[in-house]
Nanobody, 121 residues
């Protein structure tokens, strides 16, 4: 399984970015796909999850601003991030877990290398 993130970069506060995670080596739709982030000097935290049955989950700070979605033909999961804030600055990681309807804490079996998102005010 390989997960490759793209779409990160530098954005002004209030702006938007869409992250992509291209997955290979797995049957899309059989895996829960999650987005996580790690800010400088902080622990990694969950951002959003798309379960293998289609349910979506968001951590409270992201609700109403971030949207997770997928394209099963392209084997890609997306994270649309709107109204970005400086505190959203972090390395964002894509993760996958086989046959899971949610993203279990510390239970994601596959990880991408991450991509940096920097939000400036």
């Amino acid at each position: 399984v390989q997960l490759v993130e793209s779409g990160g970069g530098l954005v002004q506060a209030g702006g938007s970015l869409r992250l992509s995670c291209a997955a290979s080596g797995l049957t899309f739709g059989s895996y829960a796909m999650g987005w996580y982030r790690q800010a400088p000097g902080k622990e990694r935290e969950a951002v959003s999850c798309l379960g293998n049955l289609g349910d979506t989950f968001y951590e409270d700070p992201m609700k109403g601003r971030f949207t997770i979605s997928s394209d099963n033909v392209k084997n890609t999961v997306y994270l649309q991030m709107n109204n970005l804030k400086p505190e959203d600055t972090a390395v964002y990681y894509c993760a996958a877990q086989r046959l899971s309807s949610w993203c279990p804490p510390n239970g994601m079996g596959y990880w991408g290398k991450g991509i940096l998102v920097t939000v400036f005010s």
